[in-house]
Structures are given as structure tokens and as C-alpha cells.
């Protein structure tokens, strides 16, 4: 067990609709990044947060956006659903920003329809 | 950007037989290179990392080795055992800017009894 827990595990959404999904992220850790893992992949980088400012961001629309917590939590927010959104979404917590391991929630599987 | 690729993409070995992974990368800033493992409907486990004042790391069973100079790093498994089965992935980073991972696309690890 990693201490990061994601939710919800599992979510059904329209092409689209709205969805957040939400990251706690390790006791002591205040650096979260988040990842998309389509079926079959390896993880891809969407964006990382460190003390509740974006730290970097991968390729990805801007309609996939974040915020961090200043309890280090975070959420993933994705706008107007595409089919191709369908993915696991991972969150990855650090104990800084640099220099040190992620690791990572079981993940969100996030089925668009 | 960081390109990581990774062979085999599945590889079936008998228990107790030795298994090894390879994976390449195109950054030669990339200073930070973790395996991950990730079982069904789990997110990727850390299992070892070296970094790229290292050659090579062992953990037990498990061992990574790396040629900064051919830019390519390996994980071995000895001794495999059937709870090794299992997707792995290897990963590059630069840890300066922060732990942005870029994954290979994964091996499947079938350890047949």
C-alpha cells in the first residue's frame, strides 16, 4: 500500500459531460502529478502540482485541468468528455518536487460513452 | 522530448528461470530511470530505481543495470516465481525538473509453474 488513494475507483460518463476525480495524495507528500493510462499503454504525463501551483504539464488539451489542495490533495477535472477520454487516471504523490520517488493510487477507470 | 521504448512486449518463462527486460531512451538529460510493476486493476507498484551516478542496483531477486553511454537500462528477475507475472514498466526522468515520468509501453510477464 502506497497511502495514495484515489476516487471514485470506477465511473461510467457521457461524451460530453464533466467529471472530477480526486487524489489524496501520501502523509508528508506535497508534490502530485497525474496520469492517463490508456488500455493496454504505459502511463502518459498530464500535469503535476506542487504546493498548489502547476508544475509542468504534458500534452493535453487544456480541457484537462487540476487543482491541488493546500492539504496537498488534488483533482483532475476533464471538460466536454470525448470517447477517447476512456483511460485509467493515475495519481502519483511525491515527497517533494524533485529527487525523490512517485507513487502511485490504484487509479480511477473512467469509461466514456 | 523523451522518447523510452521497451522490449519484449511479452515474455513467458518457465519458474525459477531469469527473466530480463530492456529499455532504451533518446534524452541523454534523463538521470532518473524506475521499474514499475502494475497487476490487474492495480496501479504501477515502485519495485527498484537507479540513478545515473549508478551502474547497477540489486534488490534481493531483483536487479537493474544501466549504460548511460548507450542510453539504454535493463531490469533482470532471478529466481522468477508465479506472483511475479505481472505488467512491468520501465520509465525515465529528469529528476532536476521535477519527477515527470515518461513510461515505456509495458512487458507482460507470464511465469509459467
Known amino acids: 500500500e502506497t497511502g495514495v488513494t484515489q476516487s471514485p475507483t470506477h465511473l461510467i460518463k457521457t461524451r460530453g459531460q464533466q467529471v472530477t476525480l480526486r487524489c489524496s495524495s501520501q502523509?508528508?507528500?506535497?508534490?502530485v502529478s497525474w496520469y492517463q493510462q490508456a488500455l493496454g499503454q504505459g502511463p502518459q504525463f498530464i500535469f503535476q502540482?506542487?504546493?498548489?501551483?502547476?508544475?509542468g504539464r504534458g500534452n493535453f488539451p487544456p480541457r484537462f485541468s487540476g487543482l491541488q489542495f493546500p492539504n496537498y490533495s488534488s483533482e483532475l477535472n476533464v471538460n466536454a468528455l470525448e470517447l477517447d477520454d476512456s483511460a485509467l487516471y493515475l495519481c502519483?504523490?511525491?515527497?517533494?518536487?524533485?529527487?525523490?520517488?512517485?507513487?502511485f493510487g490504484q487509479g480511477t477507470r473512467l469509461t466514456v460513452v | 522530448g523523451e522518447n523510452v521504448e521497451q522490449h519484449p512486449s511479452t515474455l513467458s518463462v518457465q519458474e525459477g528461470d531469469s527473466a530480463v527486460i530492456k529499455c532504451t531512451y533518446s534524452?541523454?538529460?534523463?538521470?532518473?530511470f524506475p521499474w514499475y510493476k502494475q497487476e490487474l486493476g492495480k496501479g504501477p507498484q515502485l519495485i527498484i530505481d537507479?540513478?545515473?551516478?549508478?551502474g547497477e542496483k540489486k534488490d534481493q531477486r531483483i536487479a537493474v543495470t544501466l549504460n548511460k553511454t548507450a542510453k539504454h537500462f535493463s531490469l533482470h528477475i532471478t529466481e522468477t516465481q508465479p506472483e511475479d507475472s505481472a505488467v512491468y514498466f520501465c520509465?525515465?526522468?529528469?529528476?532536476?525538473?521535477?519527477?515527470?515520468?515518461?513510461f515505456g509501453a509495458g512487458t507482460i510477464l507470464r511465469v509459467k509453474s
Open positions: 502519483a504523490s511525491s515527497l517533494s518536487v524533485m529527487n525523490t520517488e512517485a507513487f
Open positions: 502523509s508528508g507528500h506535497n508534490t
Open positions: 502540482y506542487y504546493r498548489e501551483e502547476e508544475n
Open positions: 534524452d541523454s538529460a534523463s538521470n532518473y
Open positions: 537507479i540513478r545515473s551516478n549508478v
Open positions: 520509465a525515465a526522468a529528469v529528476m532536476e525538473y521535477g519527477n515527470k515520468l515518461v
